[in-house]
């Protein structure tokens, strides 16, 4: 459950699990003390670990990508840590077998998301640098991870995609 105050009702969360009981793992962790909240981190943005249980937002820690974010850390003016004065979150690490639709602004929108829809696999990555640092970019972006962070499943509009776990 996602509470907000009565101004922020309107908030959906960007990251819903559609296969995730068995199939992807809730990993409790901490953020970072050392994220500056530089940039709006909304559920679904690809996390890095920093050191022990602490992650912050890919590229402003070097690492490869540990998971999804699963809470709010500013993004929609909405942040939950900084609300109960604790920075315990979750990330959510894929199964092969895990599913998630995906919502904009979690994912780069601007950029052409094409569902081939013939059995073959496109790679998502994570934006490294810029204002959309973070979000998941299609294989072949420019500035992208060098590792892949999920697969697109479906395009299901300009503002949602369906991703699943790497194989």
């Not at 559920?43 to 820690?61: C, K, N, Y």
């Not at 699963?70 to 092969?96: C, E, H, K, Q, R």
Request: net charge neutral.
């Amino acid at each position: 459950m996602i509470r907000v105050r009565a101004a922020n009702a309107h908030i959906k969360r960007t990251l819903r699990p559609t296969y995730a009981w068995t199939q992807a793992t809730p990993k409790s962790v901490f953020l970072d003390p050392a994220w500056d909240r530089s940039i709006k981190i909304y559920p679904g943005m690809v996390m890095v670990r920093t050191s022990g249980e602490q992650v912050s937002l890919i590229g402003a820690a070097p690492g490869v990508p540990y998971g999804l974010a699963a809470d709010y850390v500013g993004g929609d003016d909405f942040d939950p840590l900084l609300d109960i004065g604790l920075n315990a979150t979750a990330v959510w690490v894929l199964g092969s077998d895990a599913e998630f639709e995906v919502l904009a602004p979690a994912f780069d929108d601007s950029l052409t998301w094409t569902d081939l829809g013939n059995g073959s696999e496109v790679l998502i990555h994570a934006q490294t640098t810029g204002p959309n640092r973070g979000k998941l970019v299609p294989a072949g972006t420019a500035n992208a991870s060098a590792q892949p962070v999920a697969r697109l499943l479906k395009v299901n509009s300009p503002s949602k995609i369906t991703i699943g776990g790497l194989r």
